[in-house]
């Protein structure tokens, strides 16, 4: 989705949702959002709204969720499988109720920037 900006008229629902997780997992801007997501339990579904309430740099992020129709995107994150606990490897899952819509993506905590 070229950095969560108005939806292309020749993707799916599905594609658009893909670019915007992608963008979501790989921009530096949105690494407050991630930083929420892993400061939550894991195994704990935290709807994306709430991860990007009270970040400026999300905003596009919710408007890109609002423009899909989506009511709402979940996210919760997983030790990644056969990894040492805190290794900082995570499976990141995402789910959205309206359309059954869902997508896992391999994350490294690691590189998080500390603040």
């Not at 400026?56 to 423009?67: C, F, I, K, N, Y």
């Not at 995107?73 to 900082?88: H, I, K, M, R, S």
């Amino acid at each position: 989705m070229n950095d969560v900006n108005v939806p292309g008229a020749h993707q799916t629902l599905e594609e658009q949702l893909e670019d915007l997780v992608a963008d979501l997992l790989s921009f530096k801007k949105y690494q407050g959002v991630v930083q929420r997501l892993f400061a939550e339990a894991k195994g704990t579904w935290v709807s994306a709204k709430a991860l990007c309430s009270g970040n400026p740099s999300a905003e596009t992020l919710r408007d890109g969720l609002a423009q899909l129709g989506e009511d709402d995107l979940f996210a919760t994150w997983l030790d990644y499988p056969d990894t040492p606990e805190g290794a900082g490897h995570a499976l990141v899952v995402f789910f959205s109720p309206a359309s059954y819509w869902s997508k896992a993506a391999f994350y490294n905590r690691s590189a998080l920037v500390k603040e």
